[in-house]
């Protein structure tokens, strides 16, 4: 449960006006020491490519991009598991949350398939 309690000064006239009862949304933010909100994904790399390779193996165009380079023949999520994890020689794509040779390995390959995709 989380009790947030500001004082009258803070607050804009409008929202004072409100009615009893209204409702709203509150998003928290962990800030940094420059009280400007931290990055994540520089923070956990690996959680990030963890789930970037999840998204790309679900990408009928990501598909495309392997097949297109012989390296896919079946163009589908499973074939693109499979292909990725011997690629990156993991044995599955959690690993790329604590290895860093192979966040590299996949790092490089997402940028090659952006860039062809930017084109």
């Given amino acids: 449960m989380l009790t947030l309690s500001v004082h ?6 409008d929202l004072m006006r409100d009615f009893v009862g209204s ?11 420059d009280e400007m909100p931290m990055n994540r994904t520089e923070q ?4 990030t490519a963890v789930k970037m390779a999840g998204m ?7 598909w ?5 380079n012989e390296w896919l023949k079946d163009k589908n999520e ?11 020689g993991v044995e ?4 790329l949350k604590t290895d860093s040779e192979a966040r590299l390995l996949f790092n490089n390959l997402k940028d090659k398939f952006e860039s062809w995709r930017a084109n």
């Fill in 8 to 13: 009258p000064d803070d607050l804009p006239d």
């Fill in 44 to 47: 956990f790399p690996g959680d």
């Fill in 23 to 33: 409702r709203y949304m509150v998003v928290m933010v962990r800030v940094g020491d």
């Fill in 64 to 68: 495309d991009w392997l097949h297109e």
């Fill in 56 to 62: 790309l193996c679900r990408d009928p165009e990501f």
């Fill in 92 to 95: 599955s794509r959690k690993e």
């Fill in 78 to 88: 499973s074939a693109c598991v499979e292909w990725l994890v011997y690629f990156l």
